[in-house]
């Protein structure tokens, strides 16, 4: 059993952690409640299947907070530390043909699961941005996505069809 005092320092020592992380922007892999988004299963969907649902928008927004602002900027508006992640669907939304632009989006998405699930690392494998392949489901990830997309939207005033 601890002594008080002891129990008081581990408390204190945690508390200046948990500041320490905040301070610095939380970067940690926390796991996104994707309650209310028709489930998928395990075999992953090539493409995002939540493309524009605000239900997915407004998880993806809570989710993207939680793991991603801290490197990639508040509201995926970038202060330069890590790449603007509103450039990744600029040029498929500017596409004026429908199929054409969907395919398009279709290519971003996959790229964009690929890097979540395994992060981003050094020539020398130092991780310059955390795998989220054992914290994120497939909702998750798509979720995620749907905010991007959303907030691309906003930015630029292209027209989703
Ligand atoms: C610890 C910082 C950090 C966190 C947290 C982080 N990223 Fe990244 N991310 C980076 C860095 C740095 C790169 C660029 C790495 C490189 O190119 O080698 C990157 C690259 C990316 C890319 C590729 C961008 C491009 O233009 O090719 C995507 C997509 C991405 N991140 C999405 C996310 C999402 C979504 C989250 C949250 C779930 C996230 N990142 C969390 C640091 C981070």
Sequence with gaps: MKKPALRLLACVLATAAAVA???HGDVTPH????????ALGSDWVPAN????????VEIGADGYEHNCAGCH????ESGGVAP???KLDLDCLKI??????????????????GVV??????SEG????????????????????????????????????
């Design 21 to 23: 992380a905040v301070a």
């Design 31 to 38: 796991p996104i409640d994707t309650t209310g988004l028709k």
């Design 49 to 56: 299947p939540y493309r524009g649902d605000a239900k997915a």
């Design 73 to 76: 900027g508040l509201r995926a």
């Design 84 to 86: 603007d992640l509103l």
């Design 96 to 113: 004026a043909q429908k199929a054409k632009k969907d395919a398009c989006l279709d290519d971003t998405d996959d790229y964009f699961k």
């Design 117 to 122: 699930l395994r992060g981003k690392k050094t």
């Design 126 to 161: 130092r991780f310059t941005m955390p795998a989220y392949d054992s914290v994120f489901t497939q909702e998750a990830v798509w979720a995620l996505k749907s905010y991007i997309d959303s907030r691309t939207l906003e930015e630029t005033g292209a027209k989703a069809n």
